[in-house]
């Protein structure tokens, strides 16, 4: 028999196949996107609320159901399913309530009675919620409880497999991702948030991003030529997330000095990173986001441009604006934080001391501890040992966790407004730091030069089965919305970073069409703003069947 172990990441989901009997690992499979439109778990939840739960619902089973056929058992040799996530993927994924998520205020969940919805572990056969999709006539399927409006499943697991809730000394911990939760830990109090980073932590919203994944440049680094000459070594990830040898390369020419074992496809957050540290320590860029020519050229078709740099750049500043603000709500000094723990795909494959470099890390700490993907790793101990599920649920009833809302947070809007002044606007650190005594926060300390740098995994998901990961490609569904009086400029097309966008024409009408996985969603919309005569409307979306693209030409739709 068998079990899988499931996390629904906000850019992806990553499954892996258990023998129950000797407790191997047999294989991992992992999307390259997440099935909805959008870049975040807000933008999730607008499609939820928009289109529709039950259709937000049948979409992500719809995923879920193409890796277990991707991981190659028979569905009724599955005994457990143990899911692990935010709490907004959570509800989606079990057509539960989330309106609750939507708004934040008590006064309006009160008004919609939503007030108390109860998020604690269930576990309940599969048949109730894969019916009609999937028959796994023996699983049942187990969830881990959330803890607050934000705080899920996979904070609670990145709080329980590292050391954080061991220490004594003032400690951070964080899920390196799109909505990068996190938690503050000062003597017995325990302060949590999360901040919406957006796609471009995890390499999409990037011109050639892609999530950590095989073909991925995970990290680069200065290397002399023959000739002694500065060039940037490409890092860049095998078929079991191992980072191998890439070409050496002049990233200012493009010019490929030496071809490395394995060959880049795209380049993932962390690669980004990387890319932004180096050109700032080598001079290349000397104020973001004004690279050499607008760009750097990494390989055959891969570029990081102007644009990508601004793009990062907004998501590291939100990444530190909250824990900036963590540590000031916290009331304790900054340069009181001992530990700095990072979880997730984007917190194991970057370079510390790169994050440190660049903000995406506090650079005042003095120890700096690399997890991998620690959701996934608490639902596969579950799936295992299932007094682990009690321990856990011990565990987060113990924890008295104060929810710090960025969005209500004047602090985090003030510093918020620095980064993005720096990251996009070309505002210099002086200026920046002015900023931060106008507003009367402590001053931000000098970098630690002898930090500890631990890193206690080589991948996000430390054992990948015997075989290579499976990667699920096609996971979403065709929407399409009717623009009225559309003029074919062909503007939304150029726009759209992630080139979804495709316009047919039926019975004299224009229609945008695009596969949801591919869309960004509410945190993008470029179509939207840069149509000339405003003909895209989202509240016009419609989910296209099967038997309606064929005549339209166009292959997808729920199956």
């Not at 490409?234 to 060959?263: A, H, Q, S, Y």
Request: glycine share 8%.
């Amino acid at each position: 028999m068998y079990g899988i172990a499931l996390d629904l990441g906000t850019s992806g989901f990553r499954a892996q196949l258990i023998d129950l009997e000797t407790q191997k690992v047999v294989r991992t499979a992992m999307t390259m996107r997440h099935p909805l439109p959008g870049g975040n778990v807000i933008d999730h939840l607008d499609f939820a609320l928009e289109v529709g739960e039950d259709i937000a619902n049948n979409i992500i089973l719809d995923a879920v159901k193409k890796i277990i056929e991707t991981l190659d058992v028979d569905p009724a040799n599955i005994q457990k399913l143990v899911v692990c996530g935010n709490p907004i993927q959570l509800s989606l994924f079990q057509n539960s309530e989330i309106r609750d998520l939507a708004f934040a205020g008590k006064n309006m969940q009160k008004r919609l009675g939503v007030e108390n919805v109860d998020r604690s572990a269930r576990v309940f056969p599969a048949s109730e919620l894969f019916k009609d999709v999937l028959d796994l006539p023996n699983c049942e399927i187990t969830v881990p409880p959330a803890i607050a409006h934000e705080i899920g499943a996979d904070a609670l697991a990145m709080m329980i497999e590292t050391d954080f809730l061991n220490q004594k000394e003032v400690s951070i911990v964080t899920d390196y991702g799109t909505n990068a939760e996190m938690a503050i830990k000062v003597g017995n109090r325990i302060i949590t948030g999360s901040a919406a980073a957006g796609p471009a932590i995890e390499g999409q919203g990037i011109s050639c991003g892609m999530i950590a994944s095989p073909g991925a440049i995970s990290d680069v680094n200065l290397e002399k030529d023959g000739n002694e000459k500065d060039c940037w070594r490409l890092t860049v990830l095998n078929e079991k997330m191992e980072g191998r040898p890439g070409d050496l390369i002049n990233p200012v020419t493009g010019e490929t000095i030496e071809k490395g074992k394995i060959e880049a496809v795209g380049i993932t957050g962390t690669g980004v990173i990387a890319v932004i540290a180096v050109a700032m320590e080598t001079g290349l860029m000397e104020q973001p986001p004004k690279l050499p020519n607008g760009r750097l050229i990494l390989g055959n078709g891969i570029e990081i441009t102007n644009g990508d740099i601004a793009e990062a750049g907004k998501a590291i500043g939100a990444i530190r604006a909250a824990q900036l603000t963590l540590l000031l709500e916290a009331k304790v000094p900054f340069e009181t934080l001992e530990n700095v723990y990072m979880s997730g795909a984007s917190g194991t494959y970057v370079d510390s001391r790169k994050a440190r470099k660049i903000g995406s890390c506090p650079d005042f700490s003095r120890k700096t501890v690399q997890f991998g993907n620690t959701s996934i790793a608490l639902a596969r101990e579950i799936l295992l040992d299932e007094s682990r599920l009690e321990e856990v649920i011990a565990l987060a009833g113990t924890i008295k966790a104060d929810h710090l809302m960025m969005a209500t947070s004047e602090t985090f809007k003030n510093i918020y407004t620095c980064e993005l002044s720096y990251w996009t606007e070309g505002m210099s650190m002086k200026l920046y730091k002015k900023f931060f005594k106008m507003y009367k926060y402590p001053p931000l300390p000098e970098p630690v030069e002898n930090a500890v740098m631990e890193k206690r995994v080589v991948r996000d998901i430390e054992d990948t089965g015997s075989v290579p990961v499976e990667i699920v490609e096609d996971v979403g569904i065709t929407i399409e919305f009717r623009v009225e009086g559309c003029i074919q400029c062909g503007l939304c097309n150029e726009e759209c970073p992630e080139n979804a966008l495709v316009t047919i024409e039926r019975n004299g009408s224009f229609f945008a069409s695009c596969r949801t996985q591919d869309c960004l969603g509410t945190s993008c919309r470029r179509c939207a703003r840069i149509c000339p005569i405003k003909a895209i409307d989202f509240k016009n979306i419609a989910i296209q069947t099967t038997s309606e693209l064929q005549k339209s030409g166009i292959t997808g739709g729920i199956y």
